[in-house]
């Protein structure tokens, strides 16, 4: 059968051949027994409604031996034999190219070079699923080759719904991740839920079809780690930033480090996808020995060399040695996977990779105990660094929030509504004031084509589009608009692509909208083929995460995800390609709602209409409310986009005299 023929197919007719688990991927680790014998009786119903009845008797102990061998229900047998990768989008079959768009994205989502445990199809972050099985894949697939652009997929965590009439400007899909009733939504309550087959975390780009590969997050840790010297009054060069994870999305933190300009530390657990950073040339060297990493540092401290290097082992280990040789870190963080402490996103100290995962598995209550206690030691050696001078700050990844429900030595003495922990969230002190208040967030596209000379050409769109904006730009965001035509004009030499032909960079609603129109006349002309539109969730409108990306917001309204919603609603009547909504991403299952977009541009006047309305919105919408908030930089933002578009009319706080206090 050719590629389009399988696709078509959806689920098989006839029943392929068992396929054997290859050890050479990256898998995820076996989740935690938590069913009861009953739950795993309707997990398997669940797993078989999916096929014939005439199969079932065949299928029902290789389901049971992968529910009990994995925790979940996979179903490796239905894994595609074609090479799973993000095609021309002209090799898609259908008749809705929005719908081959989105085709493309979902298997740019499990490219083996892009997903982090493809055959689980789990995309980052230990948890992100795009499905929770094969069969969901296959049947999405199938719909969207069928799909006309008068209906619309309703996804409900990783599970085609199914098709329904809509109309031209509707989302031809709309996802949902995760939406699970508040007081069902506790780590435990995720497990059962997923390995019941009925719900799934989607992390924010993994379940939504718009992840691009480390390169979103390397963009994103970069203007961090600028802005993070910055604050210092230190140049990164010769400065050292000490940080841990080299996984899905933190593996972009040592290439990050090398574009800003630094050396940085960075520890992870697993050999198997250290090895794999290596070999993308996202992390310098690899180092096993702590005597000969401080050795290592010093020689490139001296040198005020630029590189990163990695630690193969906790590091809680690196933090204490440092200490003990009195090794000045400069900035310290962490990207470890502390939304999903239990199951494989964060590891304790004192034991091996597979030592670890065997007490996961077996053993889940002694993990945990030795997870808490790992944090409290992990703290600790923070705290020692910081009182020589360190800023420390947490990378949104749950690090605080977890250390303090440890016991850790985490809390301010003298906290304030917003202001609990004595380290800032990265967002309250850099991204938040310095970027998401002004409106400046990861804009994203991908070129359909999978043409590299139409990537080129869109980055030289971009650069030409941000370098006439700067020159009547506000001083308030000049830095902003520099930093990233810096970016874009370095992006093609440090190798960001993975998968896709896909490029990100920070950019306000003017910036996107002039961007995104300049590219719709490029493919109107025939100079490119279609581009996607998109972004990260973690952006200035699109999420709601008390302890990330809404942590600057200080008048109480934090923990609601009034923002995040809105967002959804109002990107999907204003013209997405396809919309999502999550519960989880980043900081963990039921601690943020987090919302995104997918949009195609194909050189019509729809799609230029489209982009004014939605981009316009997608932005206003968080600027509208980070002003409500009293942040004074998105004030400014909000008033100046209210006089370039007279039909925006936002209401405006008054600030209030301390002093009558």
């Known amino acids: 059968m050719t590629f389009q023929d399988q696709i078509q197919q959806g689920i098989p007719t006839q029943l392929p051949n068992p396929k054997l688990y290859d050890a050479t991927i990256n898998h995820a680790p076996k989740r935690k027994e938590i069913l009861t014998e009953e739950e795993k009786v309707l997990a398997l119903k669940n797993a078989l409604r999916y096929f014939d009845p005439k199969f079932h008797a065949e299928l029902l102990p290789e389901f049971r031996e992968e529910l009990e061998k994995y925790g979940r229900i996979y179903m490796y047998r239905f894994r595609p034999d074609y090479e799973m990768k993000a095609r021309n989008i002209a090799e898609y079959p259908g008749k809705s190219l929005q719908a081959k768009a989105i085709m493309m994205m979902i298997q740019n989502n499990l490219d083996y070079a892009v997903a982090q445990h493809p055959h689980e199809l789990i995309t980052y972050g230990g948890n992100g699923a795009v499905f929770s099985n094969w069969a969901q894949y296959l049947l999405t697939m199938q719909y969207l ?64 079809y718009m992840y691009i590969g480390p390169q979103g997050i390397v963009h994103g840790t970069t203007i961090t780690v600028l802005n993070a010297f910055r604050k210092i009054n230190k140049a990164p060069k010769g400065g050292l930033f000490v940080t841990s994870g080299l996984g899905g999305m933190s593996g972009a933190q040592p290439k990050a ?64 040695k440092f200490d003990e040789v009195n090794l000045r870190i400069d900035i310290g963080s962490d990207q ?48 020692r660094h910081t009182e020589k001078g360190t800023y420390f700050f947490d990378y949104g990844n749950a690090f605080l929030l977890e250390a303090s429900r440890a016991g850790a030595d985490v809390m301010s003495e003298s906290p304030s509504l917003g202001r609990e922990f004595k380290f800032p969230s990265y967002v309250q002190d850099i991204m938040g004031p310095m970027c998401f208040d002004y409106g400046f967030g990861p804009f994203r596209w991908v070129c359909a084509s999978n043409k590299p000379e139409d990537l080129h050409k869109t980055d030289a769109i971009a650069c030409e589009v941000l370098e006439e904006m700067i020159k009547n730009s506000p001083s308030e965001i000049q830095q902003q608009m520099q930093d990233n035509i810096t970016w874009i004009k370095g992006a093609q030499q440090n190798n960001l692509v993975v998968g896709s032909q896909a490029r990100i960079l920070y950019a306000d609603a003017e910036g996107r909208m002039k961007i995104a129109e300049a590219f719709n006349n490029a493919i109107r002309a025939h100079k490119i083929g279609p581009v996607v539109l998109g972004r990260d969730h973690h952006d200035v409108s699109g999420t709601d995460s008390p302890y990330r990306e809404t942590s600057n917001i200080y008048d109480g309204s934090r923990f609601t995800a009034d923002m995040a919603i809105q967002n959804v609603i109002g990107d999907s009547f204003r013209g997405a390609t396809w919309v999502s909504i999550h519960n989880g991403g980043g900081i963990g299952w039921g601690e943020v709602i987090n919302g995104g977009f997918g949009m195609l541009l194909d050189g019509s006047d729809d799609a230029d ?24 930089g998105a004030v400014f933002a909000i008033k100046r986009a209210m006089e370039a578009e007279p039909n925006l009319k936002v209401t405006l706080p008054n600030f209030v005299n301390e002093d009558l206090f």
């Open 145 to 208: 080759s069928e799909m006309t652009d008068e209906q619309t997929l309703t996804m409900y965590s990783g599970h085609p719904m199914g098709l329904f009439p809509s109309h031209k400007d509707a989302p031809r899909v709309v996802v949902t991740n995760g939406m699970v009733i508040p007081n069902y939504s506790k780590p435990d309550d995720w497990e059962k839920f997923n390995a019941l087959g009925v719900s799934q975390y989607g992390q924010m780009t993994a379940g939504s």
């Open 257 to 320: 480090g090398n574009i800003a300009g630094c050396i940085t530390v960075c520890a992870e657990v697993n050999p198997k996808i250290t090895k794999i950073r290596h070999e993308q040339k996202w992390v310098n060297e690899i180092h096993e020995n702590l005597d000969d990493l401080v050795v290592r540092v010093r020689q490139a401290q001296e040198a005020n060399e630029t590189v990163s290097l990695a630690y193969l082992g906790n590091i809680v280990e690196v933090w204490e």
């Open 336 to 383: 470890t996977s502390l939304h999903n402490p239990w199951a494989g996103g964060y590891y304790p100290v004192a034991q091996t990779f597979e030592e670890s995962n065997v007490m996961m598995a077996e053993n889940p209550e002694l993990f945990k105990q030795k997870i808490q206690e790992t944090l409290r030691r992990h703290a600790k050696a923070i705290n």
């Open 609 to 632: 209409r489209r982009l004014k309305s939605m981009l316009f919105w997608d932005v206003n919408n968080g600027i509208s409310r980070r002003s409500w908030a009293r942040n004074e």
